[in-house]
C-alpha cells in the first residue's frame, strides 16, 4: 500500500522550499535528492514568496530561528496557501525556549499547516505546554511505547482536530494521525538518534511525500506514514551495513543510500504499521 507513494515522488519530482535550519540544511538537501525531490533553499524575505511560488511544497524548520527568519516563514507561508501547498512544520525545540514555542504556535495558528512533524515533547510542549524538551530532543518521560499507544492515539486524534491538521511523533514508535485515523509506525534504529538531523530530514522527506501524494491525488496521510517508514527502514538498512570501524558519519551516509535506493516492493515489504480508524463513543 505505502509504497505507491515512493513512485509518487518518483514520477513527480517535487520541487521542495525549505526555511530550514544551517545545522542540518546539507543533510535535508540529500536526503530530498535521495527520495527523487529536488530541495530549493531560500530564507530571505525578498524572495520566499518567488520561491514558494515556482515549488510544490514547504518546509518551514524552526531549528535555528531569529526574528529575520520568522517573518520569512509567514510570507512564505501565506504563499504557499495562496497556491494551496502542503506546508510541513517541525517544532524543533518547542519547549526549550519561550521564542520557539511561541514561533510554532504562531506559524501553527497564522497558516493552514498540513503535517506538524516532532518529537512528543515537542508536540506536549505546543499542545498544553506540559513537556519540556532534552535541548532540541524528546523528554524520557514523555517516550512513547506500547503501554500508553492508546493514550497518544487519542491525543493526537484531539490534537489534528483542534489544529486541523495531520500530527506526526517520531520516536521508537511514531504515531499519525488526524481526526479518522492513526498509524502507529515501528520501523527504526536507536542509532537514528545518534545523528543530528534525522529529524530534520524527516520533515523535508515528509514534505516530499504530501506534495507528491496531493499531485496525485491520494491520501496525504498514508503519505506521512510512507514518509515515516521509508526513514525508519532506511535507518535499520543503515544498522545493518555497519562495520567495526564504523560511527555515526558512515551511519548517516548509509541512511542517505537506503533512501537513494528504496523500491516500492521493499517499502511495501518491510513496513511495519498498524492502522486505526476511530469509532464515535
Same mark, same amino acid.
Given at each position: 500500500?505505502?509504497?505507491?507513494?515512493?513512485?509518487?515522488?518518483?514520477?513527480?519530482?517535487?520541487?521542495?522550499?525549505?526555511?530550514?535550519?544551517?545545522?542540518?540544511?546539507?543533510?535535508?538537501?540529500?536526503?530530498?535528492?535521495?527520495?527523487? !525531490?529536488?530541495?530549493?533553499?531560500? @530564507?530571505?524575505? /525578498?524572495?520566499?514568496?518567488?520561491?514558494? %511560488? +515556482?515549488?510544490? $511544497?514547504?518546509? #518551514?524548520?524552526?531549528?535555528?530561528?531569529?526574528?529575520?527568519?520568522?517573518?520569512?516563514?509567514?510570507?512564505?507561508?501565506?504563499?504557499?496557501?495562496?497556491?494551496?501547498?502542503?506546508?510541513?512544520?517541525?517544532?524543533?525545540?518547542?519547549?526549550?525556549?519561550?521564542?520557539?514555542?511561541?514561533?510554532?504556535?504562531?506559524?501553527?495558528?497564522?497558516?493552514?499547516?498540513?503535517?506538524?512533524?516532532?518529537?512528543?515533547?515537542?508536540?506536549?510542549?505546543?499542545?498544553?505546554?506540559?513537556?519540556?524538551?532534552?535541548?532540541?530532543?524528546?523528554?524520557?518521560?514523555?517516550?512513547?511505547?506500547?503501554?500508553?499507544?492508546?493514550?497518544?492515539?487519542?491525543?493526537?486524534?484531539?490534537?489534528?482536530?483542534?489544529?486541523?491538521?495531520?500530527? !506526526?511523533?517520531?520516536?521508537?514508535? @511514531?504515531?499519525? /494521525?488526524?481526526?479518522?485515523?492513526?498509524? %502507529? +509506525?515501528?520501523? $527504526?534504529?536507536? #542509532?537514528?538518534?545518534?545523528?543530528?538531523?534525522?529529524?530534520?530530514?524527516?520533515?523535508?522527506?515528509?514534505?516530499?511525500?504530501?506534495?507528491?501524494?496531493?499531485?496525485?491525488?491520494?491520501?496525504?496521510?498514508?503519505?506521512?506514514?510512507?514518509?515515516?517508514?521509508?526513514?525508519?527502514?532506511?535507518?535499520?538498512?543503515?544498522?545493518?551495513?555497519?562495520?567495526?570501524?564504523?560511527?555515526?558519519?558512515?551511519?548517516?551516509?548509509?541512511?542517505?543510500?537506503?533512501?537513494?535506493?528504496?523500491?516500492?516492493?521493499?517499502?511495501?515489504?518491510?513496513?511495519?504499521?498498524?492502522?486505526?480508524?476511530?469509532?464515535?463513543?
Amino acid at each position: 500500500m505505502l509504497g505507491q507513494y515512493l513512485e509518487g515522488v518518483h514520477e513527480t519530482a517535487p520541487l521542495i522550499h525549505n526555511i530550514t535550519n544551517y545545522v542540518t540544511v546539507n543533510d535535508c538537501a540529500n536526503i530530498l535528492l535521495a527520495c527523487g !525531490a529536488s530541495p530549493i533553499m531560500a @530564507d530571505d524575505q /525578498a524572495e520566499v514568496e518567488a520561491i514558494t %511560488a +515556482i515549488c510544490g $511544497g514547504l518546509t #518551514l524548520n524552526i531549528g535555528t530561528l531569529n526574528s529575520n527568519t520568522i517573518a520569512s516563514m509567514i510570507l512564505a507561508g501565506k504563499k504557499a496557501a495562496q497556491l494551496d501547498h502542503p506546508i510541513v512544520l517541525d517544532p524543533v525545540g518547542a519547549g526549550a525556549s519561550p521564542l520557539r514555542t511561541q514561533t510554532a504556535a504562531e506559524l501553527i495558528g497564522k497558516l493552514p499547516i498540513t503535517v506538524v512533524r516532532g518529537n512528543v515533547s515537542e508536540i506536549k510542549a505546543l499542545s498544553d505546554g506540559s513537556s519540556l524538551t532534552h535541548g532540541v530532543d524528546a523528554n524520557a518521560a514523555d517516550k512513547v511505547n506500547d503501554d500508553n499507544l492508546w493514550e497518544y492515539f487519542s491525543f493526537t486524534k484531539k490534537l489534528a482536530e483542534a489544529w486541523g491538521t495531520i500530527i !506526526a511523533i517520531s520516536g521508537e514508535i @511514531d504515531v499519525i /494521525a488526524n481526526k479518522d485515523k492513526a498509524f %502507529a +509506525i515501528k520501523n $527504526g534504529h536507536p #542509532l537514528m538518534s545518534r545523528i543530528t538531523g534525522s529529524g530534520c530530514m524527516l520533515s523535508v522527506l515528509t514534505a516530499a511525500y504530501v506534495t507528491a501524494a496531493k499531485k496525485t491525488q491520494n491520501s496525504l496521510l498514508e503519505a506521512v506514514a510512507a514518509a515515516f517508514c521509508t526513514m525508519g527502514i532506511a535507518g535499520e538498512v543503515a544498522a545493518s551495513r555497519m562495520g567495526e570501524m564504523d560511527g555515526n558519519a558512515s551511519f548517516r551516509n548509509y541512511l542517505l543510500d537506503a533512501v537513494f535506493n528504496m523500491t516500492a516492493e521493499e517499502l511495501d515489504t518491510k513496513a511495519k504499521y498498524e492502522l486505526v480508524s476511530y469509532t464515535d463513543d
